[in-house]
């Protein structure tokens, strides 16, 4: 069925996401993305990742991606905003 988009195209959630981030799978799938960045997670755990878990972990990192260039933008937005205010 798919989920609902709000005019920016990010997916709506009905879910706190403080109360998100305290789930057991966020947790671990925080600390799963941690040890692939170091480039450690096959020590992580005595079993392979399952297929679930590659993905949580790759849509994490997609998230934090998405989350850093919108803060990029909004800062260049800002200073862009200050240089043509200021000449």
């Not at 403080?18 to 997670?41: F, H, N, S």
């Not at 933008?73 to 000449?87: N, S, T």
Request: proline residues 6%.
């Amino acid at each position: 069925m798919g989920h609902p988009f709000d005019a920016g195209g990010r997916v709506k959630t009905s879910v706190c996401p403080g109360y998100t981030i305290t789930l057991p799978e966020v947790y671990e799938t925080c600390r799963a993305l941690w040890w692939r960045k170091d480039g450690q997670l096959e020590h992580l755990y005595d079993d392979p990742l399952t297929p679930v878990m590659r993905v949580c972990i790759d849509y994490l990192a997609s998230a934090i991606s998405e989350t850093e260039r919108d803060v990029m933008k909004a800062q260049k937005k800002k200073f862009e905003a200050e240089q043509r205010r200021h000449g």
